[in-house]
């Protein structure tokens, strides 16, 4: 069994701390710093062996060289996006494979948000860390990338079983649901989400990790039916 740690830092971001109770294998995802990542990891008698970055922002590589010198572990990230992370020590792309223990995990290329954004699908844990693609209720910004991109990511993601577990890199949840019901205000499932969802951020709980199954039915962004429909919602959450 595969166990994974939410580690809220920053303003809104989650690093995400995965460990394999078979091996002992540890791998940290999109540490946008290091120093409550190394104590989450050492408070849980863990060691730190692998990095995995979905893209190159600062806020999803910051800890990659302070971890590293602490550990020694291998950092692992897009080869798209090699030069401006600086700090790989492998570099992957669509299809390709990485371990811990003996879970696997497949490089999915999901570019918008940045042009060479990977996603690491586990497919035989449902699980998938997904960085600044998809997000609960949401989807990432279009930074480098075209809403076509992201409608086939999309398309793509939403083809994944239900039950699979999405870890996204940022709790931006309650604005999300918001603008999700003035787009499909008479959809119950989302009214029912975002009145959950208010609740929890409430008493302070964070409402990450979600799955497949709840953005399908909830998410504006994988619902939207065609391009020019995504690319709407997208600039108007942009100017929300
Ligand atoms: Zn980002
Ligand atoms: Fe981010």
Avoid at 43 to 51: F, K, L, P, S, V
Avoid at 111 to 122: K, M, N
Avoid at 180 to 186: K, R, S, T
């Amino acid at each position: 069994m595969l166990e994974v740690v939410r580690i809220p830092v920053l303003n809104d971001n989650y690093v995400w701390l995965l460990h394999d109770d078979a091996s002992g294998q540890t791998v940290v995802v999109d540490p946008a710093v290091a120093e409550p990542v190394l104590e989450a990891a050492a408070a849980r008698g863990w060691t730190i062996d692998q990095i995995w970055n979905t893209h190159w922002h600062g806020d999803h590589v910051g800890g990659n060289a302070a971890i590293k010198a602490a550990t020694g572990c291998i950092i692992t990230g897009p080869a798209a996006e090699a030069g401006k992370i600086g700090t790989l020590d492998r570099t992957v792309g669509e299809g390709d494979h990485v371990r811990i223990g003996d879970h696997v995990a497949t490089v999915m290329a999901v570019p918008a948000h940045t042009a060479g954004h990977v996603a690491y699908h586990l497919a035989g844990d449902h699980i998938i860390f997904i960085g600044d693609t998809l997000f609960a209720m949401g989807c990432g910004r279009l930074f480098e990338g075209t809403a076509a991109q992201m409608f086939a990511n999309m398309a793509r993601l939403a083809a994944l079983p239900d039950d699979t577990i999405v870890y996204c890199a940022h709790e931006y949840t309650l604005s999300n649901g918001r603008f999700a019901l003035g787009i499909e205000p008479d959809n119950v499932a989302l009214a029912q989400r975002v009145a959950a969802v208010e609740a929890a951020r409430a008493r302070g709980e964070a409402t990450v990790p979600t799955s497949i199954g709840q953005e399908r039915a909830t998410n504006i962004f994988m619902r939207a039916t065609d391009v020019t429909q995504l690319a709407a919602r997208r600039a108007a959450k942009d100017a929300a």
